[in-house]
């Protein structure tokens, strides 16, 4: 029946909520919030919200996410040949700017490229909805997280204002997230960066603010520069191990511990390095990782372990075939 009705509301166009969506009283508290704490003028809120159409697709998409998928097939998607090759060219394209970032910020080539390459296949789909639609649709029409997307919204606007951006043209994800790092908007707010110095932070079309945003983002949020990430293991008691695995992917357990849940220590990891366990679907059976603090830094950005495992692997990928090719070069 669910698949029915939202046929019919697809076919039909805007439904009766989109066309009263003023009269909605979640919106007349988000328009009075908006006039009174950030002094934007009521009728042009009215005039732009007026423009827009609460957007079913939105609903349909944010309720199948890639991350609901097992592993084996959820690495698929996103650890592949052409997007490996794509993330050489991305890396070669932009070596300096790269490596500056490396350097400023402690974050590998590797990973801000793969990051990139995950969310928008290095600029090539930077999401076919306006963010205004999709944040007000799931604002007021997704009750599970409606607080946190009228939140986005309302850094959405401020965005706009602050950086001169038409908000009925900007487009992005099913979910609000825009440019070639699909940073949310409170996320392009609080940690986008001007990373050619030419006055603008723009994530909507420019790699080089981009390659420094995603840094500066990973290392406001723990990035470790040097440290590892995540190390595959072989438990030598499952049941344990899969008990250790229910207190989640956060670093909390000293490196020394990991022996008492039946997991051998990875070499080189000190004793006191805080770790946790995660246990995956694998195409062949279960997977066990250790994981460690830039593997939860990761997980900020998408707070999925899948996510963090499949920019790890990507990268490590990325930067093994740079190698080779440039071997072949010499």
Request: proline share 7%.
């Amino acid at each position: 029946m669910r698949t029915l009705v939202l046929g019919l509301v697809l076919l039909l166009g805007a439904t009766p909520l989109q066309a009263n969506l003023l009269e909605r009283p979640e919106m007349e508290r988000f328009l009075e919030r908006m006039q009174h704490q950030h002094g934007f003028a009521r009728e042009q809120l009215e005039d732009l919200f007026r423009q827009v159409q609460l957007d079913p697709r939105v609903i349909e998409r944010i309720t199948r996410p890639a991350e609901a998928l097992p592993w084996h097939r959820y690495r698929k998607i996103f650890v592949t040949d052409s997007r490996i090759r794509q993330g050489v060219a991305f890396w070669e394209r932009h070596a300096e700017v790269l490596e500056r970032a490396r350097q400023r910020y402690g974050v590998p080539a590797e990973i801000i490229t793969a990051i990139i390459g995950v969310e928008t296949r290095y600029g090539r789909h930077r999401g076919g909805y306006p963010v205004i639609t999709a944040l007000t649709t799931l604002g007021l029409d997704y009750p599970r997280r409606s607080r946190f997307f009228l939140s986005e919204l309302e850094d959405f606007l401020l965005l706009t204002r602050e950086e001169g951006l038409d908000p009925l043209t900007v487009m992005g994800s099913y979910a609000g997230a825009m440019g070639l790092p699909q940073f949310i908007a409170s996320s392009y707010r609080h940690y986008a960066v001007d990373f050619d110095g030419d006055g603008v932070r723009n994530l909507l079309d420019d790699p080089d603010d981009a390659i420094g945003s995603v840094a500066n983002y990973l290392s406001r949020h723990g990035w470790r520069p040097g440290e590892a990430i995540a190390h595959a293991v072989s438990p030598r008691d499952e049941q344990r191990a899969a008990r250790l695995a229910k207190d989640g992917y956060k670093p909390h357990l000293p490196a020394e511990r990991l022996e008492e849940h039946g997991i051998p220590r990875p070499q080189d990891l000190p004793p006191t390095h805080p770790t946790a366990l995660i246990h995956l679907q694998g195409e062949h059976g279960p997977e066990y990782w250790v994981v460690l603090p830039n593997f939860y830094a990761i997980t900020r950005y998408n707070h999925s372990p899948l996510y963090a495992l499949a920019v790890h692997q990507l990268a490590q990928a990325i930067a093994e075939h740079r190698r080779d090719t440039t071997l072949a070069r010499q």
